[in-house]
């Protein structure tokens, strides 16, 4: 089994929708988790970290749970922009060091 | 702003030569940074872990003879392909981590001919 497994996609989602991502990993030792977003041939950027309480950024809300050793990713109101490839991030072994989904791609249609 | 820097974005070489990256670090310090590999539709591969003053840990793998890491400072670290072959053409990301993310650098694109 896969360290993190993600579905690869694509979602292809008209704009104002509401796409959910889901993540699961296979430590559950696991301490950190993040989505990042990576466009393409660019470099991964943090879009937000994910908590046990789950959390909400604007349009984004991530969820966490742990008892399944899955995280979430909501993203409502889809925008355009909003196309990239998301990837699920969990922390691995020591706090710096991470591992990373194969991603989902989105696209974000009008 | 950009916190890493990498350099070259971009390299073409040919089979059998070696190149190198370099990935800086613009603001704090970082004791420790990675090296990560991107083929395409595929995720990133932590390739190895960049240690100031010591050696390199590499991940299960990966050639350390063929892929030298030296973290001679605190704001550098360089990864040489030494004997590129075409397999070796990918996208190579460097990182460093704070407690709460990892900052990349833009990457570098390497083409074996």
């Known amino acids: 089994r896969k360290e993190v497994e993600q579905d690869p996609g694509p979602f292809n989602v008209p704009e104002g929708a509401t796409v959910a991502f889901n993540c699961t990993y296979s430590n559950s030792a696991s301490q950190s988790f993040f989505w990042y977003r990576q466009d393409c041939r660019k470099e991964p950027k943090l879009l937000m970290s994910v908590y046990s309480s789950g959390n909400e950024d604007g349009r984004f809300t991530a969820q966490l749970n742990r008892a399944s050793q899955y995280i979430s990713l909501l993203i409502r109101d889809s925008k355009l922009s909003d196309s990239a490839t998301y990837l699920c991030v969990v922390n691995s072994g020591g706090y710096q060091k991470v591992t990373f989904g194969t991603g989902t791609k989105l696209q974000v249609i009008p | 702003g950009a916190v890493v820097s990498q350099h070259p974005s971009w390299v073409i070489c040919k089979s059998g030569t070696s190149v190198k990256i370099e990935c800086r670090s613009l603001?704090?310090?970082?004791?420790?940074m990675f090296w990560y590999r991107q083929f395409p539709k595929q995720s990133l591969m932590l390739m190895a872990t960049s240690n100031e003053g010591s050696k390199a840990t590499y991940e299960q793998g990966v050639e350390k003879d063929k892929f030298l890491i030296n973290h001679a400072s605190l704001t550098l670290s360089t990864l040489t392909v030494t004997s590129a072959h075409p397999e070796d053409s990918s996208f190579y990301i460097c990182?460093?981590?704070?407690?709460?993310?990892?900052?990349f650098g833009p990457g570098t694109r390497l083409t074996v001919t």
């Open positions: 603001d704090f310090q970082a004791t420790t």
């Open positions: 990182s460093k981590a704070s407690s709460y993310e990892q900052y």
